[in-house]
């Protein structure tokens, strides 16, 4: 039985303001119910996110700014820095941890700059919301292998997809330089790569 994560909760103490922010990072806003004067349910979904953001009145009985660790995902943590800056988010710089891929808790053992071979899952940056609620991106460009079906893939949204085709147009690039010759199958090398990059399965030679 496949079990998706579907909505996380996170504690607030002021719901407008809360909306407010989550709005305007490009959350896309999904609901907004209040039945009654005691309870307030307020849904937002981060751009290309299959799961939800759940905030509002008597929805939990956390304290507000209590959820940390919260993980977002991207393929590139420097664009991604520079749009939670435009938008008011006042985002960390990148870092990455000094003992290897994942990151120690709270700001312990953080190096700043992103990882330097650029690895997949080495960069990171954080940021909070007004409660103090703790998001952490993570740069995935490559899944571990396992943690996909190799024989799909799926992209959220154009701007993945137009990241993804730049990166399988960079290693084309590479391909055709080793081979020294023009490649008239582009377009199925191009998939190919992608798919295997999606995967982390091995990538066409």
Request: overall charge negative; aromatic content about 8%; proline content about 8%.
């Given at each position: 039985m496949d079990m998706k994560l579907e909505v996380v909760v996170v504690p607030v103490s002021d719901v407008d303001r809360a909306k407010e922010f989550y709005t305007a990072l490009g959350w896309r806003l999904d609901a907004d119910i209040a039945p009654d004067a005691k309870f307030r349910v307020v849904q937002v979904t981060p751009p290309g996110s299959?799961?939800?953001?759940i905030f509002g009145t008597s929805v939990t009985e956390q304290a507000p700014g209590s959820a940390q660790g919260l993980?977002?995902?991207?393929?590139?943590?420097?664009a991604?820095?520079?749009?939670?800056?435009?938008?008011?988010?006042?985002?960390?710089?990148?870092?990455?941890?000094?003992?290897?891929?994942f990151h120690h808790a709270g700001t312990d053992?953080?190096?700043?700059?992103?990882?330097?071979?650029?690895?997949?899952?080495?960069?990171?940056?954080?940021?909070?919301?007004?409660?103090?609620?703790?998001?952490?991106?993570?740069e995935i460009t490559t899944?571990?292998?396992?943690?996909?079906?190799?024989?799909?893939t799926a992209f959220a949204?154009?701007?993945?997809?137009?990241?993804?085709?730049?990166?399988?147009?960079?290693?084309?690039?590479?391909?055709?330089?080793?081979?020294g010759?023009?490649?008239?199958?582009?377009?199925?090398?191009?998939?190919r790569y992608m798919m295997s990059e999606q995967a982390g399965a091995e990538p066409p030679s």
């Amino acid at each position: 039985m496949d079990m998706k994560l579907e909505v996380v909760v996170v504690p607030v103490s002021d719901v407008d303001r809360a909306k407010e922010f989550y709005t305007a990072l490009g959350w896309r806003l999904d609901a907004d119910i209040a039945p009654d004067a005691k309870f307030r349910v307020v849904q937002v979904t981060p751009p290309g996110s299959p799961a939800s953001v759940i905030f509002g009145t008597s929805v939990t009985e956390q304290a507000p700014g209590s959820a940390q660790g919260l993980h977002l995902v991207v393929d590139d943590i420097a664009a991604a820095h520079d749009e939670l800056m435009r938008r008011g988010a006042g985002p960390s710089e990148v870092f990455h941890d000094a003992g290897g891929v994942f990151h120690h808790a709270g700001t312990d053992a953080r190096v700043p700059g992103p990882d330097s071979k650029r690895s997949s899952y080495g960069s990171f940056l954080s940021f909070t919301d007004p409660d103090g609620n703790g998001w952490l991106l993570q740069e995935i460009t490559t899944r571990l292998p396992g943690r996909l079906d190799p024989a799909t893939t799926a992209f959220a949204s154009a701007e993945e997809l137009a990241s993804a085709l730049r990166r399988a147009a960079a290693a084309h690039g590479e391909h055709e330089a080793r081979t020294g010759a023009e490649d008239p199958n582009w377009p199925d090398w191009y998939a190919r790569y992608m798919m295997s990059e999606q995967a982390g399965a091995e990538p066409p030679s």
